[in-house]
C-alpha cells in the first residue's frame, strides 16, 4: 500500500528565512514524488517533481526537494521565502502498477510574515 | 494552461437537487482523478477512472457517482445535494509513461444553497 505523510499542517516563517516543508511516503513499488502548490481560490499546479534521475530536485520559484529513499522522506525547500509563497503545499506519491494511482498527503499551509 | 477543462467553473443549487460536472483530460491521458476540497476537510480523494474503468475509490458518498466516457471525458454526478457539498470540485488526469504527474483542471465550485 502507499501513503504520505505531512508532518506539518501549518508552517509559518518570516520573509527571507529558508523554508522546510516535510513529507514522507510509504510505497510497495518504486515511486515518483511530486510537489503542488495551491494558491488561494486557485487550481495546483506542479511544484518538481522527482524522476529517479537525480536525488536533489529543482522546481519553480526558487523550491527544491531531495530524495532520500533510507529515509523515506521528499522534503521541500527554498533558501529565502517570500510573500508570494504563502499558499498550500501538497506532497505526491505517484505509483505505476497495472494502472497510475496518485495519492496526495493532506498538505501543508505555508504563511508568510513580512 | 494545464491542458484539463473543467466545466462549468461556478455551480449555484439548491439542496435535494443534482448536478454533473464534466471534466475534459489532456489529449491522450487515460486516467481521470475527482477531488473534494472543502474548508473543512481539505482535499479528498473520490474516485479514478482509468481508460473507462473504475479503478480506485476513496471518499465518495453513495449519492456522488461518477464515470468515464469511450472518449475518456468524465462526469461526476452529485445528487440529493446538501449544505455540506459546497466545496470545490477539482479534476486531474495523468498519462501512462512512468514519472508522469497529474495535472489539474481549475475546478468547479459548487455552492448548494
Known amino acids: 500500500a502507499q501513503s504520505v505523510t505531512q508532518l506539518d499542517s501549518h508552517v509559518s516563517v518570516s520573509e527571507g528565512t529558508p523554508v522546510l516543508l516535510r513529507c514522507n511516503y510509504s510505497?510497495?513499488?518504486?515511486?515518483?514524488l511530486f510537489w503542488y502548490v495551491q494558491h488561494p481560490n486557485k487550481g495546483l499546479q506542479l511544484l518538481l517533481k522527482?524522476?529517479?534521475?537525480?536525488?536533489l530536485v529543482k522546481g519553480i520559484n526558487g523550491f527544491e526537494a531531495e530524495f532520500k529513499k533510507s529515509e523515506t522522506s521528499f522534503h521541500l525547500t527554498k533558501p529565502s521565502a517570500h510573500m508570494s509563497d504563502a499558499a498550500e503545499y501538497f506532497c505526491?506519491?505517484?505509483?505505476?502498477?497495472?494502472?497510475?494511482?496518485?495519492?496526495f498527503g493532506p498538505g501543508t499551509s505555508l504563511s508568510v510574515i513580512p | 494552461d494545464s491542458g484539463v477543462t473543467q466545466t462549468p467553473k461556478h455551480l449555484i443549487t439548491a439542496t435535494g437537487q443534482r448536478v454533473t460536472l464534466r471534466c475534459s483530460p489532456r489529449?491522450?491521458?487515460?486516467?481521470v482523478y475527482w477531488y473534494q476540497q472543502s474548508l473543512d476537510q481539505g482535499l479528498q480523494f473520490l474516485i479514478q477512472?482509468?481508460?473507462?474503468?473504475?479503478?480506485a475509490k476513496g471518499n465518495i458518498l453513495e449519492r456522488f457517482s461518477a464515470q468515464q466516457f469511450p472518449d475518456l471525458h468524465s462526469e461526476l454526478n452529485l445528487s440529493s445535494l446538501e449544505l455540506g457539498d459546497s466545496a470545490l470540485y477539482f479534476c486531474?488526469?495523468?498519462?501512462?509513461?512512468?514519472?508522469?504527474?497529474?495535472?489539474f483542471g481549475q475546478g468547479t465550485r459548487l455552492t448548494v444553497v
Open positions: 486531474a488526469s495523468s498519462g501512462t509513461g512512468r514519472n508522469t504527474e497529474a495535472f
Open positions: 510505497s510497495s513499488y518504486s515511486p515518483s
Open positions: 522527482y524522476t529517479s534521475a537525480a536525488t
Open positions: 505526491v506519491v505517484s505509483v505505476k502498477t497495472s494502472y497510475d494511482k496518485v495519492i
Open positions: 489529449s491522450g491521458d487515460l486516467s
Open positions: 477512472y482509468y481508460n473507462g474503468e473504475e479503478r
